[in-house]
């Protein structure tokens, strides 16, 4: 039944961001508060569909945290469910992503069309880390949410690395607060499996973390013990390896 259900929402969740992306490459033209409005509500629909055909129910912790004013949202990557659900919980925001994906057919247009993504180098180091800051510091000024996967990629159940430290720069350099958010959408999508559990997907939005206070290096730090401890309490994952919520 889970297979069944898994295949379903593949199909359906596939069908419809072709359709999607295919309506936003077409409508190239249209203001970019259509592209956004578009992409938010395919992502609503995203999340809305996984609970009748998956049975996953994602439940919001913490949405007192999330503030009026612009920030860096820094949240934990293990999955490609985050970033459908994100979209819909915060103002508009921009990606920070590799540029690769903006050569993806069709998929990569429309994510430039819909979210005007910062899209770095990965391999250029300091020169991408600049560039986050940048173009950062415009979209934050002009009132766009910079959302940050701060380690860089998906990573496996219960694990971590070391953050990049583009995404606390960027807040010292803009003078803006950073927004943590950790979650367990691993346990229910994971990256190898296709087959998606069922239960409740809980995403748990910090209190917002000062970076003026310390260097972008200490910054990273407080970022992921928090996020690694919020991690250690609910993710399936993360306990089935005893992972320790202190990061390495």
């Known amino acids: 039944m889970l297979l069944l259900r898994s295949i379903t929402f593949t199909i359906v969740g596939f069908g419809s961001v072709l359709l999607a992306a295919a309506l936003l490459v077409f409508t190239f033209w249209a203001p970019q508060r259509f592209h956004s409005w578009l992409c938010f509500t395919w992502c609503s629909f995203a999340v809305w569909i996984a609970r009748p055909i998956c049975g996953i129910r994602v439940e919001i912790e913490g949405r007192e945290n999330i ?86 990629t998906r990573m496996p159940p219960g694990e971590t690395r070391t953050y ?8 010292r350099e803009a003078h803006v607060k950073i927004l943590p958010v950790a979650h367990n959408a691993d346990d229910f999508w994971g990256k190898v499996s296709s087959v998606k559990s069922t239960g409740v997907l809980r995403v748990r939005v910090g209190p917002l973390i000062d970076a003026a206070n310390q260097p972008p290096k200490e910054t990273n730090l407080i970022v992921q013990k928090w996020i690694e401890t919020q991690m250690h309490e609910i993710s399936r994952a993360y306990k089935d390896k005893h992972v320790q919520p202190q990061p390495d």
């Open 67 to 152: 503030p009026d004013e612009p920030c860096v949202v820094m949240l934990k990557h293990t999955s490609t469910f985050e970033t459908y659900w994100h979209v819909t919980l915060f103002p508009k925001t921009v990606w920070v992503l590799k540029k690769e994906m903006m050569s993806v057919p069709l998929i990569g247009w429309a994510i430039s069309l819909a979210l005007n993504p910062i899209a770095i180098d990965r391999s250029s180091g300091a020169s991408a880390v600049k560039q986050v800051i940048r173009q950062g510091t415009e979209r934050l000024a002009a009132g766009t949410w910079v959302s940050v996967f701060p380690e860089g």
């Open 164 to 171: 990049g430290i583009s995404g606390a720069a960027l807040a």
